[in-house]
């Protein structure tokens, strides 16, 4: 049985999408039964009780989280923040967004994102600070503060002028996550506008805290001052660093190695057993198969059928229930609600000894899906933990065999800083590989046809900036026809990818249809025969090596 659910969140969100940056925005989601359950055992028969996977709390820690992050990589340029100290405080300037503040030398500071924001934490709080340039995101602060609460039950605190600059204060909390060690679930925001900037100050603490840390949040927002700002290219490092990582995931019974200017094909199927068929129509072997599993499907050996055949699955798990729209799914991960389905996928696909891949939540960035900000009180922790905590179960199951993608959309919803795909980052420890998503959704009143370069030009080297040492995998690309052809589309595709996307060693072409726009690649002989004439390639792998 197959579902695909599109919100409506997402038909609304279209049409914006292709005002603001006309090319993406979209999420098929296929929660397909297993293809044979003739040898199935259910999880609580194949779960052992003595060796179940308990829950710890640490972690769930938010500190570890905050400290993990920290330390994750980056290319930022130089020279876009200053730290000193006065008077017992810590002074930042962010010569980039032209602004500085002052901080209690009780946080500890993260700058390893620093153009897309600077973090203050310590064990009781945290502080996410952005900067918004409202004309960019066509609106202003009025609606960007509304959008901004839009989810929320947030009640306003007070209203402040200080240095020229406007502050709006609001504050709100949500329910207590049972499992998470100390939870931390009492928010403010402190809304620091001045012309078409503002600046958003996002407080987490405790109940026990919420007071004292409000003030110190309001302290925060009333030392805000402009400064002069600096010319700094975001990819001034990147423009200087080679950077191309070659794949080598070698298991005891097969193994997969991209190297230089190699990438490997694959392709989705609204019936993922289509890939037989459209070997036979390409007339040849696609390497990468990905199909989508909610949280509560139960194992499909449908893994068993692609790895023994020397194919990689690229297993998509929407945070949902397969047979309803559940706000609550993320905090249910945490809560180990899920814990049986994920410690029964990870014994299976462990037993493959092959490599696979795992892309969990994707999209998290955008309001259509259901495991965004909206569902989880604008707090990107709560994803992270999520993510970590399936992860975790993984790794102590002794599942060195999956490889986990991290993929956001590349167009956030609310197009706002807040809400950056960086924001819903786990940390390097828990990504093997960095997932990128556009589309081409061809010539519209707000839009033109776009080529695979026009899409992924500017995404690529701001990945790049921002995940270094990590490969990447194009794991959703398609292209609508109107204004062009699949045929020129694929061949840019083919060819700029080794020549300007060294990074890219994975790419996942989605042949489906979405509402009335049609990304197959398979139903016209031209494009048929240049995909034959394209795919053959030597530089494109075909299968993992047999070990």
């Known amino acids: ?65 905050w400290e993990n992050e920290s330390e994750s990589k980056s290319l930022a340029p130089k020279k876009v923040y200053d730290l000193t100290e006065m008077n017992g405080y810590n002074i930042l300037r962010h010569n980039f967004h032209g602004f500085s503040l002052s901080y209690s030398k009780t946080f500890q500071v993260d700058t390893h994102q620093p153009i897309n924001y600077i973090r203050l934490f310590n064990g009781n709080a945290r502080i996410d600070i952005t900067t918004q340039n409202v004309e960019k995101a066509w609106t202003n602060q009025h609606r960007f503060i509304n959008t901004t609460l839009k989810h929320i039950d947030a009640k306003k605190v007070t209203n402040l002028n200080s240095n020229g600059f406007t502050i709006e204060i609001y504050k709100y909390n949500r329910p207590l996550i049972s499992s998470i060690d100390s939870d931390l679930n009492y928010y403010a925001y402190a809304f620091v506008s001045k012309g078409k900037f503002i600046h958003t100050l996002q407080l987490k603490t405790n109940e026990s805290n919420f007071e004292e840390q409000i003030t110190t949040l309001i302290d925060i927002a009333k030392s805000f001052q402009s400064i002069e700002k600096k010319e700094i290219d975001p990819l001034e490092l990147v423009k200087t660093t080679e950077i191309a990582h070659d794949i080598s995931f070698e298991q005891a019974k097969g193994a997969l190695t991209i190297k230089d200017n190699e990438f490997m094909m694959g392709v989705y199927h609204e019936d993922s057993h289509q890939f037989s068929e459209w070997d036979k129509t390409m007339e040849t072997k696609t390497g990468l198969q990905m199909f989508y599993k909610a949280m509560d499907s139960n194992f499909d050996h449908f893994v068993d059928e692609l790895t023994s055949d020397n194919r990689v699955p690229l297993i998509t798990f929407l945070f949902e229930r397969k047979e309803s729209h559940d706000d609550g799914v993320i905090q249910g991960i945490i809560n180990g609600e899920f814990d049986e389905f994920i410690i029964d996928w ?16 994707n999209e998290m960035n955008g309001t259509w899906s259901d495991w965004s900000h909206r569902t989880t009180s604008n707090d990107p922790d709560l994803y992270k933990l999520a993510f970590r905590r399936i992860v975790d179960l993984y790794k102590k199951e002794g599942a060195a065999n999956v490889y986990f993608v991290w993929n956001p959309n590349n167009i956030s919803d609310p197009y706002f800083s807040w809400n950056h795909a960086s924001l819903y980052y786990p940390g390097d420890s828990y990504v093997d590989l960095i997932g990128l998503t556009a589309y081409n959704f061809g010539e519209t009143k707000w839009n033109k046809f776009r080529l ?31 204004g062009g052809t699949h045929s020129e589309f694929i061949e840019n595709m083919f060819t700029s990818i080794p020549k300007k996307y060294p990074n890219i060693k994975m790419i996942v072409w ?16 031209e494009t048929i025969n240049t995909y034959k004439l394209l795919i053959k390639e030597p530089h494109i792998i075909k299968e993992t090596n047999e070990r």
């Open 1 to 65: 049985m197959k579902k695909i659910l599109i919100s409506a969140s997402f038909v609304i969100f279209v049409s914006i999408v292709f005002y603001l940056a006309g090319n993406n925005g979209k999420v098929m989601k296929d929660t397909t039964e297993p293809t044979s359950t003739a040898n199935y055992i259910s999880p609580k028969e194949k779960m052992d009780e003595e060796i179940k996977v308990e829950h710890t709390r640490r972690d769930n820690n938010f500190l570890t989280l």
């Open 346 to 361: 990870a014994r299976n696909i462990k037993a493959t000894e092959k490599p696979v891949l795992i892309r969990l939540g």
């Open 452 to 482: 695979f370069d026009e899409l992924y030009d500017d995404l690529y080297f701001e990945y790049v900036r921002m995940f270094p040492n990590k490969p990447f995998i194009v794991a959703e690309v398609g292209s609508h026809a109107k």
């Open 510 to 525: 989605f042949n489906s249809t979405h509402a009335h726009f049609d990304f197959r690649l398979d139903q016209d002989e």
